[in-house]
């Protein structure tokens, strides 16, 4: 008795074009950077208004808006030739 799925091969998916690869990496680059940034200004946000502004939110929301504006940013500068320039820089 032989398993029918050990006798059938793999399905394989084609494989994605290169622009999707990129606009893929693209994307993960931008999500991971406005969850980190803006974590980051949370916590500050969280911090200052603990420490400075007798904890008011206004600090929270402020640093989260910076963190996800900075995120933006470098999610919009993103390029090709920018990342060339920078693997390019690295690896000499």
């Known amino acids: 008795m032989t398993d029918a799925s050990s006798n059938s091969p793999p399905s394989s998916r084609p494989n994605k074009p290169v622009s999707e690869a990129l606009l893929n990496e693209k994307w993960d680059r931008a999500i991971s950077s406005l969850l980190i940034r803006s974590s980051l200004g949370l916590s500050f946000g969280v911090v200052f208004s603990v420490l400075l502004f007798k904890r ?31 693997f390019v820089l690295t690896y000499r």
């Not at 900075?70 to 999610?75: F, K, M, T």
């Open 56 to 86: 008011r939110a206004w600090p929270v929301w402020l640093g989260l808006g910076f963190g996800a504006g900075r995120a933006w940013e470098e999610a919009d500068g993103m390029d090709s030739t920018t990342n060339i320039r920078i």
